[in-house]
């Protein structure tokens, strides 16, 4: 198995991933507690598990829940661009991807994690979790460039 991965893709894009979905999870968190938004991250992540609940232990799961699905993301991400993509473009390859798992997440997956039917119907809400997943892309990116996965 050590021909697949040759640059420890694994761990550097696990790595990424946990920052960059932290990232995308406080920025977007921090939205929702100023009220902007209704629909945020530990939503998105409490309802994929359990009846997401607004309170402490539910948002320290929910961001358990969001760092796991970065890193997942993130290694996939990694082996992407040591396996398939080369570093020329990266933010708009990074951006594609990221916009990716958006439409993946709240297209496919919507129905079986149970989110409610009124997230399609706030146009805002889904425009800050498409950015979120495009700053995570682009922290996952900086990231793994600085790791030297990501070359030109």
Known sequence: MDHFEKEQEFIKGATAGIIG???MFLCTETLHWLGLTRYS???LSGETVFTY????PSNLLAF????LAGAFWGVIIAFLF???LTGRHYGWKIIFISSCIFFFHLGFLDEPFHYSREIHRRTFD???ILLGYNL??????RV???LAIIRE
Request: hydrophobic content about 55%; charged content about 10%; aromatic content about 24%.
């Open 82 to 84: 040591t396996k398939f």
């Open 126 to 128: 889904l425009f800050v």
């Open 41 to 43: 991250f530990a939503y």
């Open 21 to 23: 979905s932290t990232v």
């Open 64 to 67: 358990f829940i969001t760092i």
């Open 144 to 146: 793994l460039k600085r």
């Open 53 to 56: 609940h607004n309170t402490l």
């Open 136 to 141: 995570y892309g682009w922290v996952v990116a």
